[in-house]
């Protein structure tokens, strides 16, 4: 990148690589991320245009009344 650049050559050597560090940072976030959303994106894969997700289709969570033991 800087090639006959002695000023960014010292500077690398005072501080070391920050670019490349950088880069090498934003990849590993990248490939977590990438593994993290993975199963988001088969979650809808069984949706067809003509059959859309109802809202309520999901596992939800029901309130009890105070008092209230479940059956």
């Known amino acids: 990148m800087f090639q006959d650049s002695p000023i960014y050559d010292r500077l690398v050597a005072e ?3 920050i670019p490349l ?10 490939r977590e991320l990438e593994y993290a959303m993975r199963p988001l994106s088969s979650f809808g894969a069984g949706l067809t245009p003509d ?19 479940p059956h």
């Open 51 to 69: 059959r859309p997700a109802s809202p309520g289709a999901g596992w939800q969570r029901t309130a009890l009344l105070p008092g209230s033991l």
């Open 21 to 30: 560090q950088t880069r090498r940072e934003a990849e590993r976030v990248s």
């Open 15 to 17: 501080r070391g690589d």
